[in-house]
């Protein structure tokens, strides 16, 4: 029984090492046309990756921060 | 000949294996396939047989092409040039020395998060100042460097009052992503890590240390340098180039002099 799982586990590893180094082979797919790259949209890139803060965009952002107004839902403040 | 190879923002290496029956002059580039005049690599090689591109890249997009021709043919597609055949594109894990970039350092570790997403994006950025996240670094991308009105030839420059570095877009159009990481590093070595901050070489090494450890390839390092270097060929340039050949040669034989 324990010799069974053995093989079993065995051949498991052997499949998983073979579909390993064959996904590091990329398929090589050719092709014939250069990319349209007008429609970038850097808001797909991963956090890691997006295009550092432009200045002018941060002093917008603080505009429309300020002026701040607050409401007091709970009435006077003392 | 074009071949687009998924790389999904990974950090790897693409090891791309040519063969030729003649000597041939084989070119390989790789470029994003969705973001503008973004280059990993442009580079040829004589292949005369079997032979072997490693394509170190510490930053991918989500898409890659790979460019491979001959260049005595140009880019045509592989049933248009038969001098030359592509056996296979494989992907490998990126090997980084991390160890030897100071990362308990906060302004570096936030500089290379900044310096990586602007020389990423430099090909599709507009001109402007852009900041770090922490606002700590300010980089001004001019459309050109000038001086009283004079176009200046180098590609970047610190101010080192300020800590403000400006560069010139018109030359970073035409760096690949790695050129662009090297020389960011450098004028921030400058200020940031150099004992001496008038020191070209120390700035090239400071900057060299973490580009390497990073696992940005050799040769861009040596293409932006002898290219920075041929604008201004000087006794000095000279003797800083070699300078770099050696420590970059010392830093694959890991006998790497470790600034403090």
Redesign the interface.
């Known amino acids: 029984m324990i010799k069974d799982k053995r093989i079993i586990y065995g051949i498991g590893v052997f499949v998983a090492l073979i579909v390993f180094f064959t996904m590091?082979?990329?398929k090589?797919?050719?092709?014939?046309t250069?990319?349209d790259?007008?429609k970038?949209d850097?808001k797909?890139?991963?956090n890691?990756?997006?295009?550092?803060?432009?200045?002018?965009d941060?002093s917008q952002m603080e505009n429309l921060a300020s002026p701040r107004k607050f409401s007091l839902i709970g009435g006077k403040s003392r | 000949?074009?071949?687009?190879?998924?790389t999904r923002?990974e950090e790897l290496t693409l090891i791309i294996k040519v063969i030729t029956d003649s000597p041939q002059s084989i070119r390989i580039k790789v470029m994003?396939?969705?973001?503008?005049n973004t280059c990993f690599t442009d580079r040829y090689k004589r292949v005369d047989g079997e032979s072997i591109f490693f394509v170190r890249m510490p930053?991918s997009g989500?898409n890659s092409?790979v460019y491979v021709y001959n260049e005595a043919v140009g880019n045509v597609?592989?049933e248009e040039d038969t001098s030359f055949e592509?056996v296979?594109?494989?992907?490998?894990q990126l090997e980084k020395k991390l160890d030897v970039i100071d990362f308990a350092n906060p302004l570096v570790r936030s500089f290379v998060?900044?310096a990586?997403?602007?020389c990423?994006?430099s090909g599709?950025?507009?001109s402007?100042?852009?900041?770090?996240?922490d606002?700590k670094f300010?980089?001004r991308y001019l459309p050109i460097i000038e001086d009283g009105g004079q176009e200046q030839t180098t590609p970047a420059r610190i101010d080192i009052d300020s800590g403000v570095i400006e560069v010139s877009k018109k030359q970073f159009l035409d760096f690949s992503v790695p050129n662009r990481m090297a020389i960011l590093l450098h004028e921030f070595s400058h200020v940031y890590l150099n004992d001496n901050v008038d020191d070209e070489v120390e700035a090239d090494l400071n900057g060299l240390l973490i580009y390497l450890g990073l696992g940005y390839p050799r040769i861009e390092a040596f293409e932006v340098f002898a290219k920075t270097f041929m604008n201004a060929p000087t006794e000095q340039n000279k003797q800083r180039f070699d300078q770099i050949k050696n420590f970059i040669d010392n830093f694959e034989n890991q006998n790497t002099f470790l600034h403090q």
């Open positions: 590091k082979n990329v090589l797919e050719e092709v014939t250069e990319s790259n007008s970038f850097s797909t890139l991963p890691d990756l997006r295009p550092p803060l432009r200045v002018d941060i | 000949m074009i071949y687009k190879v998924p923002f994003d396939e969705e973001q503008p930053v989500k092409l597609t592989s592509v296979s594109i494989t992907k490998e998060n900044f990586t997403r602007f990423y994006n599709s950025l507009n402007g100042d852009y900041t770090s996240d606002q300010l980089i």
